[in-house]
């Protein structure tokens, strides 16, 4: 693996490191302890940061490559969703809009199988980078709500601060069903750009 690479694989890794220290508290019996915030929010800001900067390293060391191309999604892939599970398992995002991410993401793996068989790694386009971006702010917004909670009395969470509380969860489900709105659109993108590629091969 090159350098890019070996950033990439880094979100793989703190990907399950975020799914287990969410819920590690509530499964020994303790709630959701304050300790888990900070830890919680470094894991999410070091993986947003190394798919920012992994491409960058690429592009400047001259890595780029077909396994990059396919290596770098794939690790996106697997941060959002354990975000989104994790918050969905919560109760703060609903389960309904989780199951079309789910199954744009893994269509869109089969779109890029099929993809390979014509000798074509497609990466990230455009409208899936429109799509991360907002992953990171419905997943920053989710993160904020369950921190709030965290830090205050578990059975009487945000009820200092309802307004505010109502407010937040209302700016993250608009950016929640935005953010499947534009993954729907995204899939529709990369089925057009497979069309493209067959009816250029036919």
Known sequence: ????????????????????????????????APWTVPVLWIIFVISEI???IDGMVARKRGEVSDFGKLFDPFADTLVQLSYFLCFVLEGILPAFLFLVVLYR?????????LMLRKGIAMGARITGKIKTVAYIVTGAGALLMSSLSRMGD????????????????????????????????????????????????S
């Open 1 to 32: 693996m090159r350098v890019a690479d070996k950033i990439t694989a880094v979100r793989i890794l703190l990907a399950p490191v975020f799914f287990f220290v969410y819920f590690l508290p509530r499964y020994a019996g303790g709630g959701f």
């Open 50 to 52: 190394t798919d920012m």
């Open 105 to 113: 993401e893994f269509s869109i793996l089969f779109v890029r199988n």
């Open 154 to 201: 578990p059975g009487e969470a945000f009820s200092a601060a309802a307004p505010v509380h109502r407010i937040l969860y209302g700016a993250v489900m608009a950016a929640f069903i935005l953010s499947v709105l534009l993954s729907v659109l995204s899939f529709a993108d990369y089925i057009r750009a497979y069309r493209r590629v067959e009816a250029a091969s």
